[in-house]
T-cell receptor, first 112, second 114 residues
Framework: SQTIHQWPATLVQPVGSPLSLECTVE??????LYWYRQAAGRGLQLLFYSVGIGQISSEVPQNLSASRPQDRQFILSSKKLLLSDSGFYLC???????????FGQGTRLTVV | AQSVTQLDSQVPVFEEAPVELRCNYS??????LFWYVQYPNQGLQLLLK??????LVESINGFEAEFNKSQTSFHLRKPSVHISDTAEYFCAVKLIGAGNMLTFGGGTRLMVKP
């Protein structure tokens, strides 16, 4: 069966520090991968999605970037965090024959 | 482009009362429809989905949703809620035959009071 791992679960980082959040999927190949953010009191905002290795689409311009170095690995990064980057970050995957998206457990990022 | 609107950001309700969480969507093509539930500090879990066939779909924990094509709605209902149903609920749509991306509504926080 397929599983999705996301880490770390919580993270407190100072303003101006770098960020790296990792997401890996097991049990499937060539998934579509997504990074979402949930700010306090707001819904899900799609940040990035990827349909294959090295292929990244950005939905909103911001202080973050994403990379997909391997088929089932998706990384969210920042060179310098801002206070406004605080939120709950969710990784998800879909695949052609599967209709719904599957989510990781999320990372709670607090920028201080 | 498709969009999803969840009209209520918060729904307070007493335990054992019925509840309806509203979801409307807009799309120029046919869609699949989903409801997800999110408990505090957790990821989203699929609650139920409509793909085709019967317009009334049910989950294992007593929720149901009905697809209404003419009103482009997919409202979620439960006849009697429990404290444990307190969570955030997200409605989502996926265009049929147009990629794998889901579009989510803004979410509805269901707060069940004793």
């Amino acid at each position: 069966s397929q599983t999705i791992h996301q880490w770390p679960a919580t993270l407190v980082q100072p303003v101006g520090s770098p960020l790296s959040l990792e997401c890996t999927v097991e049990g499937t190949s060539n998934p579509n991968l997504y990074w979402y953010r949930q700010a306090a009191g707001r819904g899900l905002q799609l940040l990035f999605y990827s349909v294959g290795i090295g292929q990244i689409s950005s939905e909103v311009p911001q202080n973050l970037s994403a990379s997909r170095p391997q088929d089932r690995q998706f990384i969210l990064s920042s060179k310098k965090l801002l206070l406004s980057d605080s939120g709950f970050y969710l990784c998800a995957w879909t695949q052609g024959l599967v209709t719904e998206a599957f989510f990781g457990q999320g990372t709670r990022l607090t920028v201080v | 482009a498709q969009s999803v609107t969840q009209l209520d950001s918060q729904v307070p309700v007493f335990e054992e009362a019925p509840v309806e969480l509203r979801c409307n969507y807009s799309s120029s093509v046919s869609v699949y429809l989903f409801w997800y539930v999110q408990y505090p500090n957790q990821g989203l879990q699929l609650l139920l989905k409509y793909l085709s066939g019967s317009t009334l779909v049910e989950s294992i924990n007593g929720f149901e949703a009905e697809f209404n094509k003419s009103q482009t709605s997919f409202h979620l209902r439960k006849p009697s809620v429990h404290i444990s149903d307190t969570a955030e609920y997200f409605c989502a749509v996926k265009l049929i035959g147009a990629g794998n991306m889901l579009t989510f509504g803004g979410g509805t926080r269901l707060m069940v009071k004793p």
